[in-house]
């Protein structure tokens, strides 16, 4: 079976600009959540989807936003890019959303803000 | 607050020998789960091993165990018999159901490498 699948694999774009990444989840999975890994950090929770509802979101600006389309697949959107907005984007799908529920990521997307 | 803590950014290992790879973590939940992820230099988190709060006995997959020690809050990953394969950032993390959204909290990481 396919894993999580995330694209672009890389994206380079300049101060200002919008950008939307994309995550197809595992099949079966019905949750999606986004995390923003920073150069020698551990990734910080952005957004989770279930069943197409938000059920939470992190510490970040409005800027942020994501959605979940009704084949389960999501797509993040950053508007007015930053400098600090660099980082590698994972996307990780779950069955459920449960406390127990394993999440699995995808390969990531690289953003690089110029 | 602190959720989780690697206090060892980086570790070396002899090919074969095991090794320790420590985290402590911080909940007043009941119910939380803990998790091990390996992360190679190409990006991917990899699921390695997890351990709920309320399991009786440490868990284990293959090379790796969770020592569980829930009185000291720590869940520390042992790796048997290294590969250089092994060689890699390795992440601790927890979900609770204090948020609500059950995502992880993830530490700082710790860098393992396995010395042939």
């Known amino acids: 079976d396919a894993g999580v699948t995330q694209s672009p694999t890389h994206l380079i774009k300049t101060r200002g600009q919008q950008v939307t990444l994309r995550c197809s989840p595992i099949s079966g999975h019905k949750s999606v959540s986004w995390y923003q890994q920073v150069l020698g950090q551990g990734p910080q929770f952005i957004f989770q989807?279930?069943?197409?509802?938000?059920?939470g979101r992190g510490n970040f600006p409005d800027r942020f936003s994501a959605r979940q389309f009704p084949n389960y697949s999501s797509e993040l959107n950053v508007n007015a890019l930053l400098l600090g907005d660099s980082a590698l984007y994972l996307c990780?799908?779950?069955?459920?959303?449960?406390?127990?529920?394993?999440?699995?990521f995808g390969p990531g997307t690289r953003l690089t803000v110029l | 607050a602190q959720k989780i803590t690697q206090t060892q950014p980086g570790m070396f290992v002899q090919e074969k020998e095991a090794v320790t790879l420590d985290c402590t973590y911080d909940?007043?939940?009941?119910?939380?789960?803990l998790f091990w992820y390996k992360q190679p230099s190409s990006g991917e988190m990899i699921f390695l091993i997890y351990q709920g709060s309320y399991d009786q006995q440490n868990a284990t997959e293959g090379r790796y165990s969770l020592n569980f020690q829930k009185a000291r809050k720590s869940a520390n990953l042992v790796i048997s018999a290294s590969q250089l394969g092994d060689s890699a950032m390795y992440f601790c993390?927890?979900?609770?159901?204090?948020?609500?959204?059950?995502?992880?909290?993830f530490g700082t990481g710790t860098r393992l490498t396995v010395i042939p």
């Open positions: 990780a799908s779950s069955f459920i959303a449960g406390v127990s529920d394993t999440q699995y």
């Open positions: 993390a927890m979900r609770d159901d204090q948020t609500g959204a059950n995502n992880l909290f």
């Open positions: 989807y279930y069943e197409k509802e938000e059920r």
């Open positions: 909940t007043s939940d009941p119910s939380y789960g």
